[in-house]
């Protein structure tokens, strides 16, 4: 009999473990801590660039590097729902030179497959350029 559970995990040693927000005295500094990966709220380049110094500075404390924890950003912007992919483009590329490999996006309601066709994919397309 083993203390594993039925069925055993995807990944070893456990799953992901995401923590999403930009409160920088709990929310970063329990990332820090604890996560294997940062969710944070894209409300700017710089926001971001101070976001990760504030994150960088828990994990000196929590004894952890830094590069130790994936990080990634939720979009809350509007060009990408109003249909601007070079306008989208230039913003992620701020992203992507803070090291951001992942954006997450949420589809505006009440059509989200056919604004994920029209919108969403050209846009991926769009930023595998920027690698």
């Not at 473990?17 to 500094?29: H, Q, R, S």
Request: aromatic fraction near 4%; proline fraction near 8%.
């Amino acid at each position: 009999m083993t203390s594993g559970g039925v069925p055993t995990p995807v990944s070893a040693p456990h799953p992901e473990i995401m923590i999403g927000g930009n409160g920088e005295k709990k929310t970063l500094k329990m990332t820090a801590w604890y996560a294997d990966a940062c969710n944070l709220i894209a409300l700017s380049p710089p926001e971001i660039a101070h976001k990760l110094d504030v994150l960088r500075r828990h994990c000196d404390d929590a004894g952890r590097h830094h590069a130790q924890i994936r990080t990634t950003v939720i979009y809350a912007g509007d060009t990408l729902r109003n249909g601007d992919l070079d306008a989208f483009a230039r913003e992620m590329t701020g992203y992507a030179e803070l090291g951001i490999d992942t954006v997450i996006v949420s589809p505006p309601v009440p059509e989200p497959a056919r604004w994920i066709e029209d919108q969403a994919a050209p846009a991926v397309r769009r930023l595998a350029e920027l690698s």
